[in-house]
């Protein structure tokens, strides 16, 4: 048995009545419910229909996303979570580079590191080299001027905990703003690269050993066996190369708002929703948020 999801941006809640009906009878699917009203919607079909992958681009033109997947298993015990752009609306390091004048040149190298056009230990390390000589100070101040958190991320992670799942926050990125984030949504725990200062100062390189998209990797495969869950009880979410390969050693791998070159290696592709669509993929309702 197989549950189909059709889930909306909540800002927008332009999934209709007509739409669920539609797909749900074209399928031969039943059991049709609102997890939210015009927000989020499943149904259940025996099979994955063959024409999935053209319903999926026909909902996309509507600003919908579709889901399909096993019914069981489906709610998983542990979420392993990039950070930048997929729990905060921000990359840390542009925001850094922003404030010391560099910041188009890092952008750009940003933009084709997590495309995977780049070597990601490489590309951080010459963006961070230009990082070298900003008082280390200005990470408070971009913490609390420039980093704002994915809509529905509290939510996320209230729920899942409150169902007794392990949240662990995994980023290429640095500790300075994990912490932060970790702290302020509820995370278990976290791991990230740490930006090594000298005389109250960045010095423009960071600790070894340096984590990429390897060290996505181990961390699933560290936590799971530590608290003696399958990959299957995991739900990763991420929207870089880097974390291709969290993704799909994941039970559930979801690439979210993602490089073009990324959701194309994804089954889970969430393009119009925020975070609580992870929820509703896992069977929550809406009244079911913690």
């Not at 063959?50 to 026909?58: D, F, H, I, S």
Request: with cysteine; aromatic share 6%.
């Amino acid at each position: 048995m197989f549950t189909a999801t059709l889930i909306a941006d909540p800002s927008q809640a332009n999934l209709d009545q007509a739409t669920l009906d539609a797909l749900c009878g074209a399928w031969g699917g039943g059991g049709a419910r609102w997890l939210n009203p015009n927000v989020a919607a499943e149904f259940s079909c025996d099979t994955v229909p063959r024409n999935a992958a053209q319903a999926w681009e026909g909902l996309q033109g509507l600003g919908v996303d579709l889901v399909v997947q096993p019914s069981a298993g489906r709610r998983k015990k542990m979420l392993l979570a990039d950070m930048d752009s997929t729990m905060i609306q921000q990359e840390c390091i542009d925001e850094l580079a922003d404030v010391a004048g560099v910041g188009a040149r890092v952008k750009e190298i940003t933009a084709r590191a997590m495309n995977g056009e780049l070597d990601f230990e490489g590309a951080l390390l010459e963006r961070v080299g230009l990082l070298a000589g900003l008082p280390d100070s200005v990470i408070d101040e971009v913490i609390a001027t420039r980093i704002s958190f994915m809509p529905g991320g509290h939510d996320l992670l209230g729920t899942m905990k409150a169902n007794g799942a392990y949240c662990a926050l995994v980023s290429g990125g640095f500790t300075a703003f994990t912490g932060y984030v970790a702290k302020t949504l509820g995370f278990d725990e976290s791991r990230a690269n740490t930006l090594l200062v000298v005389d109250g100062y960045l010095s423009g390189d960071v600790a070894r050993p340096i984590l990429g998209r390897e060290a996505k990797v181990q961390a699933l495969l560290e936590i799971s066996d530590r608290l003696g869950l399958a990959h299957a009880d995991v739900m990763a979410v991420g929207d870089g190369a880097n974390d291709l390969g969290m993704l799909g050693l994941a039970g559930s791998g979801v690439a979210l708002h993602a490089k073009p070159s990324v959701a194309a290696q994804c089954d889970i592709r969430i393009n119009h929703g925020d975070l609580s669509a992870l929820l509703y993929i896992q069977g929550y309702a809406v009244t079911d948020f913690a």
